[in-house]
């Protein structure tokens, strides 16, 4: 069973700056996709960036240039760096583990940028 674990969400001011972090537990995770989406109010849940084993990263073009994730496979964490934010990005986060069949998603942290 895979538990995965976010962090670093909260209210920022546009233009700011926030880190998110995501902690798995099981030993799948250095062999998996890791992801982050998030979904605003009333909108479906939409891809912000994923992070493959190898490496191999994919960006939303909506936060191509301002986002960057990243992964610390000794750590069992995937992060994703969030600059220039903007009211627009304001969402519950959730970061998502993919292996084959599998797929798992966290609980969810808040992130609101306000203008």
């Known amino acids: 069973q895979v538990q995965l674990v976010e962090s670093g969400g909260g209210l920022v001011q546009a233009g700011g700056s926030l880190r998110l972090s995501c902690s798995a537990s099981?030993?799948?995770?250095?062999?998996?996709?890791m992801g982050w989406y998030r979904q605003a109010p009333g909108k479906q849940r939409e891809l912000v960036a994923t992070?493959?084993?190898?490496?191999?990263?994919n960006y939303a073009d909506s936060v191509k240039g301002r986002f960057i994730i990243s992964r610390d496979n000794a750590k069992n964490t995937v992060y994703l760096q969030m600059n220039s934010l903007k009211p627009e990005d304001t969402a519950v986060y959730y970061c998502?583990?993919?292996?084959?069949?599998?797929?798992?998603w966290g609980q969810g942290t808040q992130v609101t940028v306000s203008s």
């Open positions: 998502n583990l993919q292996r084959t069949v599998l797929n798992y």
């Open positions: 099981g030993i799948i995770f250095r062999i998996s996709t």
């Open positions: 992070v493959t084993s190898g490496g191999i990263l």
